[in-house]
């Protein structure tokens, strides 16, 4: 059962406007969430992330919030860019302990669209 | 200039056959990870291993075996056990702990 969970698989947005892209996950024991980006045909590249004990985290562009008695966290891009245009991944530790030593859950992923 | 290589790119495969897929980290990492990843799905954890000569089995691993003699490469062996391996495979490593991990750029692995 997937623990990380991405339910839009794709978000169609225009530039300069607002992408916010969605992920909730079922395990209330999480402390930790990372975003990840990626382009076809490459690695993962890691974006933002955000500590349970925080519930916004910023940087430039790019804002996550976290509400944890919705067990839902949010990516919010603004202005969307057209290098922008990628699938987001949210992911979480894959053990209550470790704190990602043990490896990522990650959620099936968005694929994100910017318009011209 | 430090990161994650892998190799190959591509990497083909006959039924029955074992091949090897390449992770290299000059990042001075002490764990690694291997995932998989198949179109419309998110990554799954296959093995990782936090040190030298230890590794864990994740979520799927069966069908795949590693070693981790170097703390600069951790090998991932796709095995004739392995009935469904064509996917994207791809490494990476970490700090520990809370760290973040950086991702190499993958390897596509393709049966013949």
């Known amino acids: 059962d997937q623990q990380v969970k991405q339910n839009s698989p794709s978000l169609s947005v225009q530039e300069g406007r607002i992408s916010i892209l969605n992920c909730d996950y079922t395990n209330s024991m999480f402390d930790y969430f990372l975003w990840y980006k990626k382009y076809p045909a490459e690695g993962p590249t890691f974006l933002i992330s955000i500590s349970s004990i925080k519930d916004k985290n910023e940087d430039g562009r790019f804002t996550v919030f976290l509400n944890k008695s919705a067990k839902h966290l949010s990516l919010h891009i603004v202005p969307s860019q057209p290098g922008d245009s990628a699938v987001y991944f949210c992911a979480a530790p894959a053990s209550d302990s470790g704190g990602g030593a043990d490896g990522l859950t990650f959620g099936k992923g968005t694929h994100l669209i910017i318009q011209p | 200039d430090g990161g994650i290589t892998q190799s190959p790119k591509y990497l083909f495969r006959k039924e029955g056959q074992n091949v090897t897929l390449s992770c290299e980290q000059n990042l001075n990492h002490d764990a690694m990870y291997w995932y998989r990843q198949d179109p419309g799905q998110g990554l799954r954890l296959i093995y990782y291993s936090q040190i030298v000569n230890d590794f864990q089995k994740g979520d799927i691993a069966e069908g795949y075996s590693v070693s981790r003699e170097k703390k600069e490469s951790f090998p991932l062996t796709v095995t004739s056990a392995q009935k469904n391996p064509t996917a994207f495979y791809l490494c990476?490593?970490?700090?520990?702990?809370?760290?973040?991990?950086?991702f190499g750029p993958g390897t596509r692995l393709l049966v013949l």
């Open positions: 990476a490593s970490s700090g520990g702990g809370i760290e973040t991990q950086y």
